[in-house]
């Protein structure tokens, strides 16, 4: 399936159930930035990224290329969205201060997107990518139950993105690792499943998914919820 169209019929469930990004992570990424940067902010998806991002920055430029995901942005004065893609943002070159990819640059050409991140930003660009934190029982048992179901190998793609990244960049990035949980009700649960493109949406394959995934809410919840751990990685 091509990247661009992945999320089209998955958009709602994505803007709903989605992680945000906590103020460590802002931190870590911004570091010794001022609050005036313009941020290219580059497969921003249902724009969860580029509202934190505006939060501290003067300017966003959301780059997304999926009409249905950029359609369930919330108007942000201070956020411009644009179509365009990791290889071709369409911005000129040096014309922002941070180029940055949330939870995105797996689904770029990673050589190409590396090329023009560095091309259009003058100070920095950078990546943010959380994953489960397996350490965790549900975490890991949620784990399990996704690379069950999976339809591709996305997740392995996604691990392996960190680490392709930081090879490109060099000495020019360091790592942070920042903790978080993100609590859901049964619900957000299954909004979350829903969320994730390589995971069955319809048919019998996505019916025992979600049956498997109430099983598993029932096992582990306590107070109406579950927390699922995680680690933001920022680069």
């Known amino acids: 399936m091509n990247p661009k169209d992945r999320f089209g ?3 709602d469930a994505y803007a709903a159930n989605r992680p945000g990004y906590p103020e460590a992570v802002l931190d870590a990424l911004l570091y010794e930035m001022p609050p005036e940067i ?3 902010d580059v497969g921003a ?4 990224s580029s509202e934190a991002l505006a939060a501290n920055a003067a300017r966003v430029i959301a780059i997304e290329p999926n009409a249905a995901m950029r359609a369930k942005a919330s108007p942000n004065k201070k956020i411009e969205w644009r179509d365009g893609t990791g290889e071709r943002t369409g911005l000129d070159a040096k014309s922002v201060d941070l180029a940055v990819a949330f939870q995105a640059f797996h689904w770029f050409d990673a ?9 259009i930003a003058r100070v920095r660009i950078g990546l943010v990518q959380y ?3 397996e350490r965790y029982p549900f975490a890991r048992a949620y784990g399990d139950l996704v690379r069950e179901y999976a339809t591709d190998d996305t997740e392995g793609v996604r691990l392996r ?3 392709t990244f930081a090879s490109l960049a060099g000495d020019r990035l360091e790592r942070s690792t920042i903790a978080a949980d993100q ?3 049964l619900d957000g649960l299954t909004g979350r499943i829903d969320s994730a493109s390589y995971l069955p949406k319809e048919g019998e394959r996505a019916a025992q998914l979600r049956e498997r995934a109430r099983a598993l809410f029932e096992q582990f919840e306590q107070d109406g919820t579950v927390v699922l751990a995680m680690t933001y990685h920022v680069l």
């Open 9 to 11: 019929d998955r958009a």
């Open 38 to 40: 313009v941020v290219a």
């Open 45 to 48: 998806g249902t724009g969860i």
């Open 111 to 119: 050589d190409a997107a590396f090329a023009e991140f560095t091309r």
């Open 131 to 133: 994953e489960r934190d």
């Open 161 to 163: 993105t960190l680490d």
């Open 183 to 185: 609590r859901l009700g």
